[in-house]
């Protein structure tokens, strides 16, 4: 079996190898653009890369019904466990571990990360997993920085950048992060949930693969790649 990734919209991710389901920044209820509801979604681990509401988003009743073991920083981790949540598994940026389904390492994200209740959120973070020789890097929220490239260095099979702009890079400089990262496959995400952040994929997806030897994969929201 493959690894599967599936996109919930906005910067909401369902990865799936042998079986273990890793669910990215689940925000379902109050998005527009949710396929599924988070009563119905299912997740043995939760990543959550900031504080900010549409990427906490429902993690904690997810964690609550499903007995998920979130990972993020040190933070989010302290402050969910006060909200109930009962299994987390705290990282920061630049350490990686190993599960039993693969390796994860936390990059550096230029964002922000304050909580919904105003609590410190700790550092932004993305997510590169290693799963059954596949690396897949999830910039989450973030701007552009040099370091991609040094990122892009592991083999990058799936890049997923957020192309949104005004809160994250716009299409400009998220081609560029095509660029330094060097993916073989892109996903752009983080757009369209909100009238700020419409944006024309398919156009984007036209500049890049122009531009560099990636091949752009766009879906709709609940559709599924398969690396």
């Given amino acids: 079996m493959g690894v599967n990734v599936t996109w919930y919209s906005h910067a909401c991710l369902l990865i799936e190898a042998d079986g273990t389901r890793l669910l990215v920044d ?15 979604v299912e997740a043995d681990y939760i990543f959550v890369s900031h504080g900010h509401g549409d ?26 466990a006060a909200q109930g949540v009962e299994k987390g598994h705290p990282q920061h940026i630049g350490g990686g571990f190993d599960y039993s389904w693969g390796r994860v390492k936390l990059t550096i994200a230029h964002h922000g990360s304050g909580l919904p209740d105003g609590s410190y959120g700790g550092n932004p973070c993305g997510f590169l997993f290693s799963i059954q020789g596949k690396n897949i890097y999830h910039a989450c929220d973030t701007g552009l920085f040099y370091d991609m490239k040094l990122i892009g260095e592991a083999g990058i099979d799936l890049a997923v950048l957020p192309i949104g702009d005004n809160f994250t890079m716009g299409p400009d400089d998220a081609l560029r992060a095509v660029q330094l990262i060097e993916p073989r496959q892109v996903l752009p995400i983080h757009y369209d949930t909100f009238e700020i952040i419409e944006q ?3 156009t984007w997806k036209k500049r890049v693969e122009e531009a560099t030897s990636a091949r752009v994969v766009l879906l709709h929201p609940g559709e599924r790649l398969e690396l």
């Fill in 55 to 80: 990427h906490v988003g429902d993690t904690v009743a997810i964690a609550k019904r499903t007995g998920a073991t979130v990972v993020s920083n040190f933070e989010i981790v302290n402050w969910l």
């Fill in 200 to 202: 024309d994929p398919a």
């Fill in 26 to 40: 689940p925000f379902l209820a109050g998005n527009p653009l949710a396929p599924i509801s988070a009563d119905a």
